[in-house]
DNA sequence: GCTTGACTCTGTACTATCTACAGAGTTTAT
DNA sequence: ATAAACTCTGTAGATAGTACAGAGTCAAGC
């Protein structure tokens, strides 16, 4: 219904997305052509406001692009895709971001306990536990 | 001491990184260039073999390559560093995987939401609640 | 009507962190 | 001797953008 129109930079402001990566999502089919002005000008309408609000979103949630890209084809799709793909690339995605926290806790152990092993005192760096540590063949793999 | 020389793949092999990376490594100066044979070859020695390991195991704990390289100066260093810098780059990259693992957790969270709202039914994904969400202007900030 | 500033266009280069390949030369094993 | 495996250089690709140069266009104020 409504005939509201873009320009890049509007786009841009309306979602928060810079708007050179708007000209990006477009090279990279994540976004598509716009129809363009005679003199070359970029017109978005609201379809395009909406998808690049999906994109943002799912950005914010870490999915990949290529991750956005098939949600948004099963979401396009006619009746094509069902449920159950959009629900399965959700959970796997799900399930990297929980391995992606249990990876970061045990680092973040091993940086608390080499850190806390040096006094952080002003003086030379030789003898450093934080650096004999990372020198050390036996540091506990991480 | 030891004259012990390895060429790039057996260093490759000793330290579990891409013999590949290596070179790359070189490039960036991280690691140190070796001599090279008449053959043009690179024949590393024992500090270069430690200073991969090193590495190696500060990238297992997420430190960049930037940060790396300032360690591997203080360690470097003849006096001229503290340990207060080396317990300052740590403490710092701390916060930072600190920052992640909340960052993750939110998105956890939101993930695991959205994702039980969906049945996953092998039907059509019109009306989905999961792409839903992510074309809701309201979905809560991650 | 003109000027000025803001916007947009294209293409390309740059960030980080590698990885991989082509085509040539070298070493090693059988 | 021959073939496999290795190394050399330079360059391109992946991921996810960001930034800039140089040209053209639009909009507001005077």
């Given at each position: 219904m409504s005939l509201t129109v873009y320009k890049r930079g509007q786009l841009a402001k309306l979602t928060s997305c810079n708007s050179e990566t708007i000209r990006y999502y477009e090279k990279i089919n994540l976004l598509p052509e716009p129809t363009r002005g005679s003199n070359g000008y970029r017109y978005y309408n609201n379809d395009h406001l909406q998808r690049l609000g999906f994109i943002m979103k799912s950005k914010s949630l870490g999915f990949s692009n290529d991750k956005i890209r098939e949600l948004l084809e099963i979401s396009r799709g006619i009746g094509q895709h069902t449920r159950a793909e959009a629900k399965a690339l959700t959970e796997s995605h799900l399930e990297q971001v929980r391995q992606r926290i249990s990876d970061l806790k045990k680092i973040e152990t091993t940086l608390s306990q080499i850190s806390h092993q040096c006094?952080?005192?002003?003086?030379?760096?030789?003898?450093?536990p934080i650096l004999l540590s990372l020198f050390d063949q036996n540091l506990a793999k991480v």
């Open positions: 006094d952080g005192a002003n003086e030379s760096a030789d003898h450093c």
